[in-house]
C-alpha cells in the first residue's frame, strides 16, 4: 500500500519570500508524484509531476519540486511567493506498474500568503 | 478550464435518497477517475472506467455504482444516502495511452449536502 503525507497542514509566508510545501511519501517500486492546488469552490487544478529523470521539476505558475529519493520527499517550491498563491495544495502518487493510476492523496496543506 | 464538466454542481437530497452524479472527460481521454471529497476522509479515490470497463475499485461503498458509456461520458449513482455521504465528488479523466501516468484532469465537482 502507498501512503501520502503532508506534515504541515498550514504554512504561512510573507508575500515575495520562497515557499516550500513539503511531502514525503511511501510507495513500492518508483514512485510517480504529482502536486495539484485546490482553490476555494474550485476543481483541483494539475501543478507538475515527477516520472522519470531529473530530480528537479518544473511546473506550472512558477512552482518546482524536487525529488529526493534517500528522503523519499518531493517539497514542493517557489522561488517568491504572491498572495494569489494562497490556496490549498495537495501532493499525491500514483501506483507503479498496477494498470491503474489511482491517486493517493496527502491531506492537504493550505497556504497563505501574507502580503 | 480542465475540459472536464461536471453536473450538476450542487445537489441536496434527503437520506435515503438516490441521485445520479454525472461526468464527461476532456476530449480524447479514455479513463473516468471518480473522487470523493470529505472533511474527516479527504481525497479518497472511489472507482476508475477504462473505455466503458471497469479497471480499478478503491474505497467506494456497496451503496455507490458507476458505469462509463460509449460516449466516454460516466455518471456515479449513489443510493440510500447517509448524512456521512455529503462530501465533493469530483471525476477527473486522463488519456492513459499505455506507459507512465497521464496527468489527470479534474473536473469542478458535485458538492452533495444530505440534510
Known amino acids: 500500500a502507498q501512503s501520502v503525507a503532508q506534515p504541515e497542514d498550514q504554512v504561512n509566508v510573507a508575500e515575495g519570500n520562497p515557499l516550500t510545501v513539503k511531502c514525503t511519501y511511501s510507495?513500492?517500486?518508483?514512485?510517480?508524484l504529482f502536486w495539484y492546488v485546490q482553490y476555494p469552490n474550485r476543481g483541483l487544478q494539475f501543478l507538475l509531476k515527477?516520472?522519470?529523470?531529473?530530480?528537479l521539476v518544473k511546473g506550472s505558475y512558477g512552482f518546482e519540486a524536487e525529488f529526493n529519493k534517500s528522503q523519499t520527499s518531493f517539497h514542493l517550491k517557489k522561488p517568491s511567493a504572491l498572495v494569489s498563491d494562497s490556496a490549498l495544495y495537495f501532493c499525491?502518487?500514483?501506483?507503479f506498474g498496477a494498470g491503474s493510476y489511482q491517486l493517493t492523496f496527502g491531506k492537504g496543506t493550505k497556504l497563505s500568503v501574507i502580503p | 478550464d480542465s475540459g472536464v464538466t461536471q453536473t450538476p454542481k450542487h445537489l441536496i437530497t434527503a437520506t435515503g435518497q438516490r441521485v445520479t452524479l454525472r461526468c464527461s472527460p476532456r476530449?480524447?481521454?479514455?479513463?473516468v477517475y471518480w473522487y470523493q471529497q470529505s472533511l474527516d476522509q479527504g481525497l479518497q479515490f472511489l472507482i476508475q472506467?477504462?473505455?466503458?470497463?471497469?479497471?480499478a475499485k478503491g474505497n467506494i461503498l456497496e451503496r455507490f455504482s458507476a458505469q462509463q458509456f460509449p460516449d466516454l461520458h460516466s455518471e456515479l449513482n449513489l443510493s440510500s444516502l447517509e448524512l456521512g455521504d455529503s462530501a465533493l465528488y469530483f471525476c477527473?479523466?486522463?488519456?492513459?495511452?499505455?506507459?507512465?501516468?497521464?496527468?489527470?484532469?479534474f473536473g469542478p465537482g458535485t458538492r452533495l449536502t444530505v440534510l
Open positions: 477527473a479523466s486522463s488519456v492513459e495511452a499505455g506507459g507512465p501516468p497521464d496527468t489527470q484532469y
Open positions: 510507495v513500492s517500486g518508483n514512485p510517480y
Open positions: 515527477y516520472i522519470t529523470g531529473d530530480n
Open positions: 499525491a502518487a500514483a501506483p
Open positions: 476530449s480524447g481521454d479514455l479513463s
Open positions: 472506467y477504462y473505455n466503458g470497463e471497469e479497471r
